[in-house]
């Protein structure tokens, strides 16, 4: 009787077995949905399959609506069929896709002319032309989104007409494309005056040239050049086709009210080459670069080879106090006197900036200096030819002849300094070295550039 039941328990779970093995074809879609003039791409991916054979074919159940070939699905006309996925087995085994053809040919490419459109209704014409092109086959209506009180627009002629001056986007939506254009209306205000003088522009860069006239929103009829190399367009704006070095006339017309005669004026221009680099020093009143500059004292800086530049286009970093105007100094450059506002290691600024032509021009150059306090000079004592460490200093040496010596960051002072005797009324300047009479102190004040730098007293002593 066991043997039995354990028969019958093994032959229950081969069939169960088996069972799972049953094979099986699907596709990630179970319906699909597409235009007369469009294609679907069955994407070999989405097909899952389950047993032992994986070989299968794809076909429409009516050929007549729709056909596969090559795992495209051409559609024929509007209607229903279904899309078979089947394994290539004794057995039936497939999985249908709904797939349904809609009628109607759809836009699938999509282009426009332009992408501004500027009317002015004070013209000739309200109207502009921006045409938008389609695949020949497509019949779809889209939707044409525009502010209807500025402008009409008729997707089909692709004519633009103006109603009044604002500014509106045309948006044209198909179902699966989409495009858009800015059109902007104005209306043209005559000037009663325009003027414009002789200018600079810059040699290559593209720009507008500078000209007055009222009032402001007036526009002009033209400007134009004599010039081959230089293109003026018709609102005064300009551009190179070549480099060009040179002078050239440059005319305009303009109207100063609707069927008045034309009004005519011109300038000449000189087209000139940007300004690259420049170099600058800052020097003493000696010429020289001292390895140290000190706090408020005067220096000159000096724009070298500045032939070319204008001092007004000049500009200068805070960190430097500017004493007199920027002016050019025959056979040196532009010059001017500044003094350091404060110590320490300094990044000195200066800017070359000139806009011609609504074009700038801009040059920087940063040089470093060493810049040091009043407070940072040390005063020294020499008695004859030796130094003298402190102030105190025996009869013998002194009898040598006491000066004074200046130094800043272990460099010395050459530059005049004034020694001033205090012990005695009226103080008097020292201006020869001191050789005192007798021993005692002796207070002097020393200054610099004018600015008292410390008050020191000697002590004279017999050995």
Same mark, same amino acid.
């Given at each position: 009787?066991?043997?039995?039941?354990?028969?019958?328990?093994?032959?229950?779970?081969?069939f169960g077995?088996?069972?799972?093995?049953?094979?099986?074809?699907?596709?990630?879609?179970?319906?699909?949905q597409?235009?007369?003039?469009?294609?679907y791409?069955?994407?070999?991916?989405?097909?899952?399959? $389950?047993?032992?054979t994986?070989? @299968?074919?794809?076909?429409?159940?009516?050929?007549?609506?729709?056909?596969?070939? =090559?795992?495209i699905?051409?559609?024929?006309?509007?209607?229903?069929?279904?899309?078979?996925?089947?394994?290539?087995?004794?057995?039936?085994?497939?999985?249908?896709?709904?797939? &349904?053809?809609?009628?109607?040919? #759809? !836009?699938?490419?999509?282009?426009? /002319?332009?992408t501004?459109i500027?009317?002015?209704?004070?013209?000739?014409? *309200?109207?502009?032309l *921006?045409?938008?092109?389609?695949?020949?086959?497509?019949?779809?209506?889209?939707?044409?989104?525009?502010d209807?009180?500025?402008i009409?627009?008729?997707?089909?002629?692709?004519?633009?007409?103006?109603?009044?001056?604002?500014?509106?986007?045309?948006?044209?939506?198909?179902?699966?494309c &989409?495009?858009?254009?800015?059109?902007?209306?104005?209306k043209?205000?005559?000037?009663?005056m325009?003027?414009? $003088?002789?200018?600079?522009?810059?040699?290559?860069?593209?720009?507008?040239f500078?000209?007055?006239? +009222?009032?402001?929103d007036?526009?002009?009829?033209?400007f134009?050049? /004599?010039s081959?190399?230089?293109?003026? &367009?018709?609102?005064?704006?300009?551009?190179?086709?070549?480099?060009?070095?040179?002078?050239?006339? !440059?005319?305009?017309?303009?109207y100063?009210? +609707?069927?008045?005669?034309?009004?005519?004026?011109?300038?000449?221009?000189?087209?000139?080459?940007?300004?690259?680099? +420049?170099?600058?020093? #800052?020097?003493? %009143?000696n010429?020289?670069?001292?390895?140290n500059y000190?706090?408020?004292?005067? @220096?000159?800086?000096?724009?070298?080879n500045?032939?070319n530049l204008?001092?007004?286009?000049?500009?200068?970093? $805070? %960190?430097?106090?500017?004493k007199?105007?920027?002016?050019?100094?025959?056979?040196? =450059?532009?010059? !001017?006197?500044?003094?350091?506002k404060?110590?320490? $290691?300094?990044?000195?600024?200066?800017?070359?900036?000139?806009t011609?032509?609504?074009? /700038?021009?801009?040059? /920087?150059?940063v040089?470093?200096?060493?810049?040091?306090?009043?407070?940072?000079?040390? !005063?020294?004592?020499?008695?004859g030819?030796?130094?003298? &460490?402190? @102030?105190?200093?025996?009869?013998?040496?002194?009898?040598?002849?006491?000066?004074?010596?200046?130094?800043l960051?272990?460099?010395?002072?050459?530059?005049?300094?004034?020694?001033?005797?205090?012990?005695?009324?009226? #103080?008097e %300047?020292?201006r020869?070295?001191?050789?005192?009479?007798s021993?005692?102190?002796?207070?002097?004040?020393i @200054?610099?550039?004018?600015?008292?730098?410390?008050?020191?007293?000697?002590?004279?002593?017999?050995?």
């Amino acid at each position: 009787m066991k043997k039995i039941i354990f028969l019958l328990c093994l032959i229950f779970f081969s069939f169960g077995f088996v069972g799972c093995d049953k094979p099986k074809i699907s596709y990630a879609q179970s319906s699909v949905q597409i235009y007369e003039n469009q294609q679907y791409q069955i994407d070999k991916n989405n097909v899952k399959i $389950s047993g032992k054979t994986s070989s @299968y074919s794809v076909f429409s159940l009516n050929e007549e609506i729709a056909y596969v070939e =090559g795992f495209i699905v051409y559609p024929k006309t509007s209607g229903v069929t279904k899309i078979r996925f089947k394994l290539n087995t004794k057995k039936d085994i497939y999985f249908d896709m709904n797939f &349904e053809v809609k009628q109607g040919k #759809i !836009v699938k490419e999509l282009s426009i /002319e332009k992408t501004q459109i500027e009317i002015n209704l004070s013209g000739q014409s *309200n109207t502009e032309l *921006n045409r938008i092109t389609i695949n020949a086959d497509a019949n779809e209506v889209p939707v044409v989104r525009f502010d209807s009180n500025i402008i009409d627009y008729n997707y089909k002629t692709g004519v633009v007409t103006a109603l009044k001056p604002g500014q509106t986007v045309v948006t044209i939506k198909y179902l699966f494309c &989409e495009v858009s254009f800015n059109v902007a209306v104005t209306k043209k205000i005559y000037p009663t005056m325009l003027s414009a $003088s002789d200018q600079e522009i810059f040699v290559g860069d593209p720009g507008k040239f500078e000209y007055n006239i +009222f009032p402001l929103d007036a526009t002009v009829f033209r400007f134009w050049s /004599e010039s081959k190399d230089l293109v003026v &367009e018709r609102d005064g704006s300009f551009y190179f086709a070549n480099p060009t070095y040179t002078k050239t006339l !440059v005319k305009y017309e303009y109207y100063e009210g +609707f069927k008045t005669p034309l009004k005519s004026g011109s300038f000449y221009v000189t087209i000139i080459d940007k300004v690259q680099t +420049f170099d600058y020093e #800052i020097t003493d %009143e000696n010429g020289v670069a001292p390895d140290n500059y000190l706090v408020g004292k005067n @220096y000159l800086l000096t724009i070298k080879n500045a032939d070319n530049l204008d001092a007004k286009y000049f500009s200068f970093g $805070s %960190e430097i106090e500017l004493k007199s105007q920027l002016g050019y100094v025959e056979g040196a =450059g532009l010059q !001017v006197t500044v003094t350091f506002k404060n110590s320490g $290691s300094k990044n000195v600024l200066v800017r070359y900036s000139k806009t011609l032509g609504k074009v /700038e021009n801009t040059v /920087e150059k940063v040089k470093n200096f060493d810049v040091s306090s009043f407070g940072e000079i040390q !005063v020294g004592l020499v008695a004859g030819s030796y130094n003298i &460490e402190g @102030y105190r200093v025996g009869m013998m040496d002194a009898k040598l002849g006491l000066s004074f010596v200046l130094k800043l960051n272990g460099v010395l002072l050459n530059e005049n300094f004034q020694v001033f005797k205090t012990w005695i009324e009226p #103080i008097e %300047e020292m201006r020869e070295p001191f050789i005192p009479e007798s021993e005692g102190e002796y207070t002097f004040d020393i @200054y610099y550039q004018n600015k008292l730098v410390e008050s020191v007293t000697i002590t004279v002593f017999n050995v």
